[in-house]
Nanobody, 120 residues
Framework: QVQLVESGGGLVQAGGSLRLSCAVSGRTLYAMGWFRQAPGKEREFVAAISRSGGYIRYADSVKGRFTISRDNAENTGSLQMNSLKPEDTAVYYC???????????????WGQGTQVTVSS
């Protein structure tokens, strides 16, 4: 298991933006993804990016608003979140795995989570 550390969460008004980052320990590259869990709800998939960065997938709820990216030289990942809505409020987790399918992410590690709160 690798160590993943998220940063960048916070409180923002609806329509605002936040950028989350995820630092991965070691030099091995994995597919990376983001999930979120709102109070009383199950964890849900948000976005994923392949090891090369050449394949990206998003949940329908965030398409056109969120952008996932990675820096393989630094072994970090990012999630740029624009046009935030109150329903985006959740704890956001980054995950590493062998592939971008949601069921594959997390196989190699999860971050501790970072809170994102969007006020109306």
């Amino acid at each position: 298991q690798v160590q993943l550390v998220e940063s960048g969460g916070g409180l923002v008004q609806a329509g605002g933006s936040l950028r989350l980052s995820c630092a991965v320990s070691g030099r091995t590259l994995y597919a990376m993804g983001w999930f979120r869990q709102a109070p009383g709800k199950e964890r849900e998939f948000v976005a994923a990016i392949s090891r090369s960065g050449g394949y990206i997938r998003y949940a329908d709820s965030v398409k056109g608003r969120f952008t996932i990216s990675r820096d393989n030289a630094e072994n970090t990942g990012s999630l740029q979140m624009n046009s935030l809505k109150p329903e985006d409020t959740a704890v956001y987790y980054c995950a590493a795995g062998p592939g971008t399918a949601p069921q594959d992410l997390g196989a190699n590690g999860w971050g501790q989570g970072t809170q994102v709160t969007v006020s109306s």
